[in-house]
């Protein structure tokens, strides 16, 4: 299953807000919300992900505490792949380009991290 993939405007905010926050509550994923929901629609939604193997959760005294089945890296990898795929033909170079394109210019510093990404993933053959 891809994290993410087929998920409601709604459902890919909770998962954003329970990703960034590593796990919450119900009143948390609310509170974080922007124009939130009511309490019963917010509870509708984590169910609704818990259904969809997205989230997991466990009891903290009188409440839920929902967390990501899937790590935040792995999401933001799927997320990637499929915006390269989709927006870029799958083509690495393309979304290189058009982030040094609509980005300011690079720190030196920022640069030779990244000339060393390259060198490194050269040498593993990617």
Known sequence: MLPESGLSRRERQVM????????????????????????????SILRSLVEKGHLAFEYDGPRYVYSPTVSARAARRTALERVVSTFF??????????????????????????????????????
């Open 16 to 43: 954003e807000i329970i990703h960034r926050l590593g796990e919450a509550s119900a009143a948390q994923v609310r509170e974080a919300m922007e124009d939130a929901p009511t309490d019963a629609a917010v509870r």
């Open 89 to 126: 033909d799958g083509s690495t170079e393309g979304v290189m380009t058009a982030l040094l394109e609509s980005r300011g210019p690079l720190s030196a510093e920022e640069r030779a991290r990244l000339k060393r990404l390259i060198d490194e993933a050269a040498e593993e053959g990617r």
